[in-house]
């Protein structure tokens, strides 16, 4: 009997919705937009645990494609949701009956800066500094929020900032293998950041007797209701070309330490 392992009687159905969801990779570069990247990781971490169930956004487009009507509802609700932070509970209860999930999980992701706060797709940003030299700093910030679609009612949420790119860092993307260098920044940080500390939240509104749930490598120092990280994630990513340089002298630069709050 004290051996005997815990046992879930039954998993939770989420689905996971990142605001670009319409906006499939409508960049210069043709990358996947941050929310999306986020998205995929937490997709992946719910399916590899018992916990809860989701679907992957390629399914979701899918099903999204033969029903104009809510498709069309759905993309005016992602974007008033993007860019004032308003909830259509309507639309995304109307989702949520479709699609037969009770929660949703908004997912955002976008760069700011100090001096005029406007936001920024983290590709335009660096379209931006690439282009032309800018003497403030950029931040990435993303924002996870969990709705209960049968209640109208927002069951957990956070927010995770991290410094992008110091003042007067200079960018230089000359091919797509540059670029493709600062993608896989980007991906470095979801994996080992954001996406994992998102995961572990939401299983523990779900089941909160449940103690490190996703991952019991997972390097958590707790402190209130904030997950406090420090993680090597590179400002400047590295690369593997021998003339590289990534500042002066080619030295390596490893990243701030993380808060989700």
């Keep these: 009997m004290f051996f005997q392992g815990q046992v879930f009687a039954k998993s939770f159905d989420v689905l996971v919705l990142p605001v670009d969801l319409m906006n499939k990779k409508q960049n210069y570069y043709g990358f996947e937009d941050v929310s999306e990247i986020v998205s995929d990781d937490v997709i992946a971490k719910f399916e590899a645990s018992p916990y809860i169930n989701s679907l992957n956004l390629y399914s979701l487009r899918e099903k999204l494609a033969v029903n104009q009507s809510l498709n069309s509802k759905l993309n005016q609700a992602l974007l008033k949701y993007k860019n004032s932070n308003y909830i259509d509970y309507d639309v995304f209860k109307e989702l949520s009956k479709e699609f037969k999930f009770n929660s949703i999980l908004l997912i955002s992701s976008y760069a700011e800066s100090d001096k005029n706060g406007v936001k920024r797709s983290v590709w335009d940003v660096f379209d931006l500094l690439n282009a032309c030299k800018v003497d403030y700093p950029f ?46 920044n980007m991906r470095l940080y979801s994996q080992d950041v954001v996406s994992k500390d998102i995961v572990q939240n939401v299983i523990l509104r779900f089941f909160p007797k449940t103690i490190r749930p996703v991952d019991n490598k997972l390097d958590l120092k707790e402190s209130g209701d904030m997950l406090r990280f420090e993680k090597n994630i590179p400002v400047n990513p590295k690369s593997d070309r021998p003339d590289y340089d990534s500042e002066s002298g080619g030295n390596e630069f490893y990243g701030e330490m993380i808060l989700g709050i």
């Design 139 to 184: 931040y990435i910030v993303t924002n996870a929020v969990l709705l209960d679609n049968v209640n109208d009612i927002v069951m957990w949420s956070s927010s995770y900032s991290k410094l992008l790119l110091e003042k007067g860092n200079v960018v230089s993307i000359k091919n797509y293998i540059d670029a493709d260098k600062y993608l896989e």
